[in-house]
């Protein structure tokens, strides 16, 4: 019977050895830099922007004007979309928390690798405000500038010398009068190739027809045939008129046919008050947005997608505008002002401008992240360069490695051959932890580094216990299969509550730090679950495996002189 126990206690033995193998050797194939792909996608470490640089922003949140209730979920509402702006900037693993203290709230957000810290902060803080508005117009009264005045006595006074001479000319031959209409007058309906062949034709009017001035030389001064003998001043210039010939109509009124030559005097430039009405139609009803190109110009767009309320405004928006202009407005600025040619169902509207391409993608980028909803204000921030990351990621590994050559020759020279393998069990330890960092991923700050190298410590002191309750036994004349089992079994309650009582400190900080002591907790966790499985499991069965060897069954192999006790292998 004990026998058969022997047996299977070896068995178990060596199944536990060939599971610790295989684990190892999937460890350090996923530890090593360029390791297979298990899972589809790059396994890599991610290092924090003390590392490999970035930039620190911290932002202090206004909510004074967000009910006590709604507060919380603004703050989040905030922090998602800071995340997505960011996320559109390319950045990899970057980190936005939030944090209260007292009464503020403050927004966080790492940006490792970033290289252009004012660019980031330009897309973090924007708020792109989209808006769909209609508008009415107004005559404007402008008084003019001493430099319009001056022009316009300088424009009058010129055009009345070319009338003068007109009228001298008609005057001296009045069958020339046709001729001098085609080539001066500047009657609206004389300038085009029609107009010029009618000879400042009026056709046949009544009274009413034209403004005071005009209607009296035609109807009271002139006789049929003659030219007035004067200019003809109205409000829209000077006037060489001519009576052609009268008639009554059927209810014998008189009728008078005329023509004239039109000298116009100077025109105040006429301003419109535009005032332009806000429509319910905005970017919070915008589902979507895309850059495109024009197919005729090749020009950038930003092709806008509604949900379904947006579908239906923008419908109605464009039914009751047919023919007017519907200006799309962006960050307070006219972009677009087209004109409604018919009803727009679909829900689907374009912005064209003179963007480049970057331009188009930024805006497209920002209209699909959304608005901030409570504004934000910049109160902290930190850069570090990339040669700086660089340098402090170096100095990390160098104080690694002579960390761990130290740990090696102390454990080495102090137990022998239970050292050794306490020096093995932490390269399985060291290529587990690194596996379960790029698995995860674990972002690896400075912080970071310092947790994962004191739960190196940690694990060395739970082999350091064990390694001497083993030594107790044997010097008690245990033999060497009894001392392994009862020395771990004893030193098993010594290190369980101390990992415990780590674990415990390491969840507060977790909780409550921030993310420099969130990077350190974590880290320090991982390590001290791991630094248990290996103390616990792989020291265990690489001990009761080599130690049934003949060779390593020599006190000398454990620390231990004959001298200080007679010991019965």
């Known amino acids: 019977m004990a026998d058969a126990k022997k047996m299977l206690s070896k068995r178990r033995i060596k199944l536990t050895f060939v599971g610790v193998f295989v684990l190892t050797v999937l460890a350090v194939l996923t530890a090593i830099p360029k390791g297979p792909n298990w899972f589809g996608k790059e396994t890599k470490i991610h ?66 690798g970033v290289t252009d810290v004012n660019e980031a902060i330009k897309q973090i803080g924007q708020t792109p405000v989209l808006e769909f508005k209609t508008y009415t117009t107004t005559p404007a009264e402008t008084a003019l500038t001493s430099d319009q005045e001056k022009q316009r006595d300088e424009f009058n006074t010129a055009q009345q010398d070319r009338a003068k001479v007109a009228l001298d000319k008609v005057k001296k031959d009045p069958t020339s009068f046709e001729d001098q209409a085609n080539q001066l007058s500047e009657d609206p309906g004389n300038t085009d190739s029609e107009g010029k062949k009618r000879g400042g034709d009026l056709g046949w009017a009544k009274k009413g027809a034209y403004v005071p001035e005009f209607e009296k030389a035609l ?110 407005f962006l960050d307070g600025l006219i972009i677009s002002a087209p004109t409604v040619q018919q009803k727009i169902t679909g829900g689907q509207a374009v912005i064209t401008g003179t963007f480049t391409v970057a331009e188009a993608k930024e805006v497209s980028q920002s209209l699909n992240a959304g608005a901030l909803p409570v504004p934000i204000q910049l109160v902290s921030q930190q850069s570090v360069g990339p040669t700086l990351g660089k340098a402090s990621l170096e100095k990390s590994f160098v104080a690694a490695l002579i960390g761990f050559l130290l740990v090696l020759v102390f454990m080495v020279g102090f137990y022998r051959f239970p050292g050794f393998l306490s020096v093995i069990t932490l390269g399985v330890y060291g290529m587990v932890v690194i596996s379960i960092f790029k698995l995860m991923p674990v972002t690896l700050t400075l912080s970071g580094i310092a947790g994962f190298v004191l739960s190196i410590g940690m694990a060395v002191d739970a082999n350091v216990l064990i390694f001497e309750r083993i030594k107790e036994e044997l010097y008690r004349g245990q033999t060497l299969r009894a001392s392994v089992d009862e020395g771990f079994r004893r030193a098993w309650s010594a290190i369980r509550d ?39 499991t792989v020291s265990r069965v690489l001990l009761l495996l080599l130690s049934s060897l003949k060779i390593f069954q020599a006190p000398r192999w454990w620390g231990i002189s004959k001298k200080q006790t007679d010991i019965s292998i």
């Open 219 to 328: 109807f009271e001064t002139l006789k049929d045939g003659e030219v007035a003998q004067y200019l003809i001043q109205t409000q829209f210039g000077w006037h060489i008129i001519q009576r052609i010939e009268s008639r009554k109509d059927d209810t014998g009124e008189e009728e008078v046919h005329g023509r004239h030559i039109l000298f116009k005097q100077w025109e105040q430039p006429q301003q419109q008050n535009v005032e332009w009405n806000n429509t319910e139609l905005s970017g919070k009803q915008l589902k979507r947005s895309a850059v495109q190109f024009d197919p005729n110009t090749g020009q950038p767009t930003i092709a806008l997608t509604f949900n379904d309320d947006g579908a239906k405004l923008f419908e109605k928006i464009t039914e009751e505008n047919v023919g007017k202009q519907v200006a799309i």
């Open 47 to 112: 290092l924090g922007l003390d590392l490999q640089g970035g930039a620190h922003l911290v932002y202090q949140a206004d909510i004074s004007n967000i009910p006590s209730g709604d507060r919380e979920s603004a703050v989040e509402g905030t922090r998602d979309v800071i995340e997505r702006r960011v996320n559109a900037l390319g950045v990899s693993e970057p980190l936005v928390q939030t944090n209260k203290s007292d009464k503020n709230y403050r927004l966080i957000v790492e940006l490792p």
């Open 498 to 536: 101390g990992n415990i009582s780590t674990l415990i400190t390491a969840f507060v900080l977790m909780t409550f730090g921030t993310s420099m002591i969130k990077g350190f907790a974590i880290t320090l966790t991982i390590g001290v679950l791991v630094s248990m499985f290996s103390a616990i």
